[in-house]
Nanobody
Framework: QVQLVESGGGLVQAGGSLTLSCIASGRIFSGNGMGWYRQAPGKQRELVADITYGGSSNYADSVKGRFAISRDNAKNTVFLQMNSLKPEDTAVYYC???????????WGKGTLVTVSS
């Protein structure tokens, strides 16, 4: 089993920055992909950004140029640096890990990001 614990959410004014962190523990194999998703009230969960074990990243169009995903494989940690935040970025942000070896994905419990206008 794999556990994911997010941190770093909070309240920030529009234009501000936050950094989210997610630490994975448990039965982790190399080669996994990690990512961040978000779910705003009344909306479906959507991909924000993901990153392969080798460091290749992918972003939603809505966050390109503002957010940056990175990871530390030695510490089983993924980060999301969020800059120039907008009220529409307000959501619960979830950490995700996909293990191709186990063909399984895991989710954290989420951390709330609130951006005030």
């Amino acid at each position: 089993q794999v556990q994911l614990v997010e941190s770093g959410g909070g309240l920030v004014q529009a234009g501000g920055s936050l950094t989210l962190s997610c630490i994975a523990s448990g039965r982790i194999f190399s080669g996994n992909g990690m990512g961040w998703y978000r779910q705003a009230p009344g909306k479906q969960r959507e991909l924000v950004a993901d990153i392969t074990y080798g460091g290749s990243s992918n972003y939603a169009d809505s966050v390109k140029g503002r957010f940056a995903i990175s990871r530390d494989n030695a510490k089983n940690t993924v980060f999301l640096q969020m800059n120039s935040l907008k009220p529409e970025d307000t959501a619960v942000y979830y950490c995700n890990l996909y293990s191709p070896y186990l063909a399984t994905e895991y989710w954290g419990k989420g951390t709330l990001v609130t951006v005030s206008s």
